[in-house]
Structure formats: C-alpha cells, structure tokens
C-alpha cells in the first residue's frame, strides 16, 4: 500500500495542533526542518517536534535541510522523531554515515535525501544502511513549487536498486505530488508520498488522502 505523509509546511502554524488530528488517517507526519544555510528558508526546530510529538500517535517523518546535521540528529530522536532523513549534499560522506548510525543507535528509522541535481548514484554508499530514501521533485527550501516530472527517472532507478540490495527500504518522493502527479510518482516505484498543499487545501482531507494512495 502507498503511504501518505501530508507535510505541516502547509498547515496553520497557529492551529498546528488542529491541522495535525485533521490528517489523522495518513502515515506519517513529514516535518520540514531548515536552518536558513543548507536551504534559503527557516522552519522549525526541536522544540516544536518535541511538541507535535505529543498531538499525535502517527510517525514523525523528520526532513533536515540543514547542514552538518550529525550535530543534531539525536537531538531529533529524543524529541519525537521515528524516521530522520538527512541530505547526502549537506556534508561529507563519512558524517552522513556518522549521522544514520547516531539515528539507529536511538532506534529510530533514517535515510538519505536526493536534491533534483542529484544523481540516483549519490545513494549507492548508504544504501544498504537506510530504511528509506528520499527523492525531492522540487528545490528543496520552500512549499508549492512545481512537481518536476523528470525526476522519475531516478525514482525508478532508485527502485531497481533498492529491490536488488535492500528490498525493506521504503522510497519517498516529495515536491508537487497532488491527484495527478501521485500516480506518476507510484508508478515509477515510489510507495510513500509527501504532499503539503495538495493536502491541506483539499476541502475533505480524508478523501484527498485516499486519493493520493492511487
């Protein structure tokens, strides 16, 4: 079954309890972190996950666009996170490696994130380590951007590789999926899809999230 991960980057901020029970019926909650370097935006950090964590029963998906994020990764565990991912550009090889071993070693879930520029190989020294990787089909920093449509050649590269040598890996796609892109997205191999204003601008949630399953 697709999974859906409705991202809070477009929720009300000022109702951000409310918005998040209004997902209820998705798989995991994506939350966006950036720090203002590795992307040109700033969000929210781990005092706010630390409070989503007790609204909610269902996984913290935690995205860090930040850079070095091995300073941090604990960090977001012991705040409420179940899944952290990290940018395979936002530092060298060995601290990303550094990073997903801190993740596991707090018994959570971690992947790697794959900006558009880069290619499906960037994932080839994590791959066996992962629980899931992440394919942005927009520029990572900002909410409601166009939904890049030749970013699936790597999703599906990505899926070929991920059945070859870690098949218990889950593969995300997040940027501009909404009723039509999903089914592109699921039918290049991904299984759990990011969708932000898609979502939270539906006028029934539930039936848009159903919607997105494919």
């Known amino acids: 079954m697709v999974k859906i991960a409705p991202s ?16 209820s019926t998705a798989d ?22 630390a409070s989503i964590r007790k609204t909610t029963e269902l996984p913290l998906d935690v ?18 996170a179940d ?16 990073a997903l071993d801190k993740i596991h070693a707090k018994g959570k879930r971690a992947g790697i994130v794959l900006k558009p520029k880069t290619p499906a190989e960037a994932a080839l020294p994590f791959l066996e380590k992962v629980d899931l990787i992440l394919v942005m089909t927009v520029e990572p920093g900002f909410g409601g951007q166009k939904f890049m449509a030749d970013q699936m050649e790597k ?10 040598r870690n098949p218990g890996c889950e593969l995300e796609v997040d ?14 191999g991904a299984n759990v899809l990011v969708a932000g204003s898609a979502v939270y601008k539906a006028a029934d949630i539930p039936a848009r999230i159903a919607e997105l399953r494919g």
């Open 175 to 188: 940027g501009g999926v909404d009723p039509v892109t999903c089914k592109t997205c699921i039918a290049a």
């Open 8 to 23: 809070i980057l477009s929720a009300d901020f000022a109702n951000l309890e409310r918005d998040i029970q209004r997902i």
């Open 83 to 98: 899944l952290v991912t990290v940018h395979v550009e936002s530092d060298t090889e060995e601290n990303i490696h550094a």
């Open 28 to 49: 995991y909650v994506h939350v966006d972190v950036m720090d203002g370097m590795f992307v040109p935006n700033i969000t929210i950090g781990i005092p706010v996950v």
């Open 155 to 164: 999703v599906s590269a990505l899926r070929a590789l991920i059945d070859q």
């Open 63 to 80: 995205h860090l666009m930040i850079v070095q994020p091995v300073r941090y990764v604990e960090q977001f565990c012991d705040a409420g």
